[in-house]
């Protein structure tokens, strides 16, 4: 049990990679093909277990890190491998561990074409994803936020739809160039410190010491250089997340995606832009943040109200998903950037929350299209007639999507609104209007999504082949079942969530907003709804 | 002047064991010529003693590395055993082995007569590593000289084709050319500094007799290396002798030549035209050495990669990569120069050598299949030629796009690495230009995505229409496949051992 807790992390990185490398080995003795999906769900459901072992959690050392693991990987560049979990990024590993299974599950029927790649991909995925968010040292956390590209490029590029070569090559280009870039900064940051301190490191816990100790600082070498590394990081970040302008890669992925691709992008993908920001431009470059918040309040403002006017006018069901993640993305970046408790919890709580209802949209769309194998509006209408339940499922799902009190969607935008209201970032009124603007998005977002309900599951059963239609098999509630506990789970009882991520964020927030340990925060005594 | 000579005649400082892995080698290449003139046509046996005598080199080679209190010159001081020399041999002699591995398909369906082959290939190899050893730069031209003769050669091979013979008419012209162009600049260089030997040069920069006449020697010098790494505005060859030569050659004509070329590039303008505060003549040599190769290195990687994306022809594309590929080894190159200290220098020339390192591995494995899948004269290179073969060769296709992966700098490959080496000391230095060089770099890595990622496409995504008939991987090729996956990991993950022995002897020229 002692190796299990030492090793943990490390165990749920590879746990997936080693079940890769034997799934490959069992064809190539067996060669028994259906067998691969219950090996595949063997190894996923392992690696949740496993990974329900950090909640018992170890005590924190004195860097707020539990499950630390350091040890030199490459001496002669600097690069340690350092592991380990806090508040912000346990969450993020279970819902990872947590959002696998359902997606194997998912594909259950619906992978036919060389099902052994596509399980083998999907497992060397999970350990990227999971690498990505307990790296602590920056080249491991480059290294591994590239190497969760090329398993999402095969998966879209062999089993998407119509467009999934352009999809594909344009999802990939388009990550790289930001992360290259964010390579950049890495290594200048290394420069830096070896500059400033003697010796030269890519360690987060180390930077971070030396930066708030003050023997790093980026007013020397140039005025700029703090912000030029801040947008290096952010560029990579933001297009991940996606903020607005950089958006563009997302529809066609998600659309061309398979569903378990798809899910794996909305509800794990995505995060690891809004987790990049937080963790590292928030704590490395605090000043520049605050100096760049405006830029990101009013692009996330422009995500929120594009994202829900786009949504609003597509024919198709999985792209109307898609468009809806932008704007809830745009959401969470609201939150981030208002450096307030509230604001910044919220956002965590919204990325976990839109992992799990955007996940199950997908599944949903997924369902839907196996039958019929098109995902036009236009095509449906009455459905509610033929198949009761999934309509009951879409819409609990949905409502949770549009932020209905008691559901999860609600408690992390009210959060993120209340910070923003109460933030101090933008000048005078700004934040209250800034947070009017975002609350807007609230309005569209329910009228994208009931729209296209009435349109799909209400009014005349019209169209023949839809009279035919089988409800949700066994399998399907399985799958739904866990995540709509969940929304209603995080839809009532936040609080476990949020007591054991706020030590972390509010860490964070402290340095992002400038505040010296000990100092006098004013805080608003506003609690948040879940009244803690 | 005349003591000093009389003082070298009388004791020539000679070391056989600094020579020793050269001597090795070109002793086995004799020894291949002879025993296929005795019994020709025996290519396992010319194959075999060519591998034996790389790997004799090879031990001697590590012999002398791992020697403690190694003598570090000899003959009077126009061998070195540094960390350049070292480095780079062990890269020569790598991408020469796997050469030979590659080749025997080729060479078997091809009906080559493989004893002159072999020879030849040592031969060249035995150039490049005087290039590499020689710290004088009469040994560089001579080294050079010995490789351009041989890759001539190599590059004409299929005496029956066209394209071959083209190939190898252009490289010979243009080499030639740019060999006059090499010669000029020495001679030039010597005039101004009275002295061939590249550690003598630096030193008696301070004293050049026409500083203006070192300025020309140098360009001239720029020129004739710069052909050799095919550097832009000098790569216009490049592509035409890449497609047209035979492809085993094309790969040994990327990796080895290649790095051969960075190796003396390296000596004579990073140790011979250093930086030394307070002489005009130096400060203003080195800062237009550095502007020019910056500018040099900015227009390789950019060209190659814009050029490389419109190729239908996978020879052509891996040839355009490679200029692509010396444009980022040149971004370590003038980091190299640009270093404060003699460690960062000698660590930034680790850096290049250890890129050509990953960069030979990857590529060799690459030209592997692209020979294994090319069949009789090199008639299925297209692009469209790989359409859909993923899934029906799994093995093939998936090593392919591992390399396409480190080619492009994915991290866990070797590329990676090498990649992060290179930019390191340019952005150590700090200044505007080298931030903006690194930049420019990784822009241009994410542009070589487009083009790398297009192989693994029409192998994994698109359809194939024809027919594919699974080519056999014989012995050697998958020998070949073997060492160069296992390197691209093992360089990728555990490359630390190899980037510390490549540092190991720092050069013995002081920073001043």
Known sequence: MDFINQYLLTILILVPTIGAVAIIAHQAFWKDESQLKWLTLGVTVLNFVLSLLLLGGAQASANGFSFEQNSPWIPAIGSNYHIGVDGLSLWLVLLTTFIMPIAVISTWHAVEKRPLAFYAFMLVLESAMIGVFVSLDLLVFYLFFEASLVPMFFLIGIWGGKQRIYAAVKFFIYTALGSLLMLVAIIALYYLHLQATGTGTFDYVTLLGSISSGSLTFGGSSAYTGTLLFLAFALAFSIKVPVFPFHTWLPDAHTEAPTAGSVILAAILLK????GIMRFNFTLFPEASREMAWIFIV??????????LVAMVQPDVKRLVAYSSVAHMGFVVLGMFSFTEQGMQGA????????????ALFLLVGFIYERRHTREISEYGGLSNVMPIYATFFVITAMASVGLPFLNGFVGEFLIMLGMWSSTILPGSWNQIATMAAGTGVIFAAVYLLWMIQRVFF?????????SLSDLSLREIGIMAPLLFLMVFMGVYPKPILDSSKPSVVEIQRIVSGETKGGTVTELNIDGPEGR | MMNIFLAELADPNVSIPLVLPEMLLALTGILVMIYDSIRPGRR???????????????????????TPGQQLSAFGGMIVADSLRMSFTAVFLLVSALTILVSTVWVEREDVHAGEYHTLLLFATVGMMFMASGNDLVIIFLGLETLSIAT????????RDLRSNESALKYFILGSYASGFLLYGMALVYGATGTTNVTQIALNTETAQFPALLLVGAAMLVIGFGFKV?????????????EGAPSPVTGFMAAGPKAAGFASFLRVFVLGFPLVVGVQASEFLHDSWITALTVMAILTMTVGNIAAIVQNNVKRMLAYSSIAHAGYAMVGFVGAGVAKTATGRDDAIAAVAFYMLTYAVTNLGAFAIVTLVARKNDRRTEFEDYNGIGFRSPVLAFSLSLFMLSLLGLPLTAGFIGKVLVFRPALEAGTSLMVILVVIAVINTAISAYYYLRLIVVMFFRERTEEW????ISTALAAVLAITIIGVFYFGIFGNNVIEMFSKYPVDVQMR
């Open chain 2, 469 to 472: 008939s699974q080519p056999k």
């Open chain 2, 44 to 66: 396992r046996v010319t194959g075999t003693i060519s591998m034996v005598g790389l790997i004799l080199s090879a031990v001697a080679l590590f012999w002398i590395w791992s």
């Open chain 1, 459 to 467: 009014g005349k059963l019209t169209n023949e082949k839809n009279k």
């Open chain 1, 299 to 308: 692009l996330a403002i422009i995500g929120i109200t594009y994202g829900a």
């Open chain 1, 272 to 275: 690891m832009g809004t987790y």
């Open chain 1, 348 to 359: 965590l709580y919204t990325m976990l929350a839109h992992g799990v209802t955007t996940g």
């Open chain 2, 230 to 242: 095919a550097t832009v505005p000098f790569h216009i060859w490049t592509p035409d002798v890449y």
């Open chain 2, 152 to 159: 001539y050669v190599m590059a004409g091979l299929r005496r």
